[in-house]
């Protein structure tokens, strides 16, 4: 048998338009949740048995055998501000060097997020397939894998061969997304050739409501499975990045079928029941204070999880709000475990101090987004690190976080009672290591606050007596009427049940 040679390359970016500041290269050059930026071998050595694409896409490859692996480049940043230009066109750059000196190819996988906005593209994954067929041709066959957040385009549908999306919030099944593109785009040299039907909904979906834990979502995704389809057939639904001001921001429907009306018709069927969800969806934030209050009076057995959606830096956050740290001092919060605040300069004063020194100073709002405030306190230090920590949830378990110089600190005076894990890199909170790592124990806490979205109910909704989602300010909007877009598609509407902007 033909041992057939296939290029693998990654590139992702979830990029939220409303954050302040740029995503350069060195984002995508520094470990953070995931590993720095690798090329050539380490693309398969550095990311085997993680939960990412890319390690899925090789996996199944090797599981089947007969496959040369071609290993170009893999990177992510952290979620945030728009690319910059330089770093887009260096990095797609590079893939395509790559590809061209990879010699002759049978096919080419491709791990991207489908939310990228670079400061000439607001579609970035499609301008990157853009560049990759302007290359090596429309020939060769592209397979494409996507984080459940794309903002999916026209363009990109029309470019790649075949697209499959991740089903799950949180992301437990990345490597199984990878693993699906790279065995569709086997089919595809196998030559079944699919037809593809794309639709886009009339409305956003916050994202703190989008879990396919309970929820429409969770109907939704069981619906893809239940679908009635021939072999080889399917179809995906990504829920969108709300964070985006492109004309491409929402929730689509991808399908593809052996004919042209039967894509039309599956995809029809995903949108129908996206529509008809559309009343489920609940997007209630409760404001700081009463959270608290409510977490306080809880007699449950457990902590109560105070979820900080709107500063998750996984959607591009600063991570360093402190809306409902403040809250937490204010009611006098007892057992009271937050994090991860990133406050570069907090973490260095700390390092200096040593642990057991007790700092005066000011802690949060170091990036600076406008109308954020530091708090003032006292803070003993009660555990330090260098900032490597073994994941150990089901999300990212295997892999490692790099939050820089790191500490663990508790309130003295006002807000004795508080614990905060401070950072010097944004690092979602979604995996309780980030607070085992330092000696405390969220499980033995009565109050956990998490600057995450959704992805940390994966690891602290098992022990949680309680999940409340709160409305503190950060730099990642959840309330979507309040957002000041200007590039959406006409009609689309704010949410669920929301107005479309420029109406009344
Ligand atoms: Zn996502």
Not at 195 to 223: E, I, K, N
Not at 312 to 318: I, L
Request: aromatic share 6%; proline share 6%; glycine share 12%.
């Amino acid at each position: 048998m033909k041992v057939r040679r296939i290029a693998v390359a990654g590139f992702q970016h979830e990029t939220n338009t409303f954050a302040p500041g740029r995503t350069g290269f060195d984002a995508f050059e520094m470990a953070d949740s995931w590993p720095p930026l690798l090329r050539g071998a380490a693309v398969i050595g550095e990311t085997r048995g993680m939960n990412l694409p890319v390690a899925g896409a090789i996996a199944e490859a090797e599981r089947r055998g007969g496959i040369e692996i071609v290993p170009i480049l893999w990177c992510a940043a952290e979620p945030g501000g728009v690319v910059t230009d330089a770093a887009f066109d260096r990095i797609s750059g590079e893939i395509i060097d790559g590809l061209r000196r990879a010699g002759p190819l049978d096919g080419l996988c491709l791990d991207l997020h489908g939310a990228m906005v670079t400061e000439s593209h607001e579609d970035g994954e499609g301008a990157l397939l853009g560049i990759v067929r302007a290359a090596l041709g429309t020939a060769l066959p592209v397979a494409v894998s996507l984080d459940l957040h794309a903002n999916l385009s026209q363009a990109l549908v029309s470019r790649a061969d075949v697209i499959t999306i991740y089903r799950s919030y949180p992301h437990l099944d990345m490597a199984e997304t990878g693993a699906r593109a790279m065995a569709a785009l086997l089919d595809r040299l196998d030559g079944v050739v699919r037809h593809a039907a794309f639709r886009q909904a009339p409305f956003l979906v916050p994202l703190h409501a989008q879990s396919t834990d309970d929820g429409p979502c969770r109907a939704l995704y069981r619906l893809l499975e239940d679908l009635p389809k021939a072999a080889g057939e399917y179809a995906e639904l990504a829920m969108g990045f709300t964070a985006a001001d492109i004309a491409d921001c929402g929730p689509s429907v991808l399908a593809y079928g052996a004919t042209p009306a039967r894509a039309s018709a599956m995809a029809e069927a995903v949108l129908a029941r996206l529509c008809a969800s559309e009343s489920g969806f609940d997007t209630t934030l409760v404001p700081p204070r009463q959270a608290v209050r409510q977490a306080m009076h809880s007699r449950a057995p457990g902590p109560v999880v105070l979820a900080d959606v709107q500063d998750n830096p996984g959607a591009g956050g600063t991570s360093d709000t402190t809306g409902l740290l403040q809250a937490l001092i204010d009611e006098g919060a007892q057992g009271a475990l937050l994090g991860v605040l990133c406050d570069p300069e907090l973490a260095r004063q700390a390092h200096g101090a040593g642990t057991g020194a007790v700092l005066t100073g000011r802690i949060g709002a170091a990036a600076g987004l406008p109308g954020t405030q530091p708090v003032a306190g006292r803070f003993r230090v009660l555990a330090l690190s260098d900032g490597r920590i073994a994941y150990g949830g089901a999300m990212y378990g295997g892999g490692v976080a790099s939050l820089g110089p790191s500490c663990l600190l508790a309130f003295e005076g006002p807000g004795a009672g508080i614990r905060v894990v401070v950072s010097s890199v944004r690092i979602q909170c979604l995996d309780r290591a980030l607070f085992t790592h330092f000696g405390a124990d969220p499980a033995a806490a009565r109050i956990v606050c998490v600057k995450s979205t959704l992805h940390f109910r994966a690891d602290f909704a098992p022990l949680a007596s309680a999940v409340i989602y709160v409305d503190a300010p950060g730099a990642f909007p959840c309330r979507l009427e309040g957002l000041r877009y200007r590039r959406l598609r006409p009609g689309v509407r704010l949410g669920p049940g929301g107005r479309a902007q420029g109406s009344s």
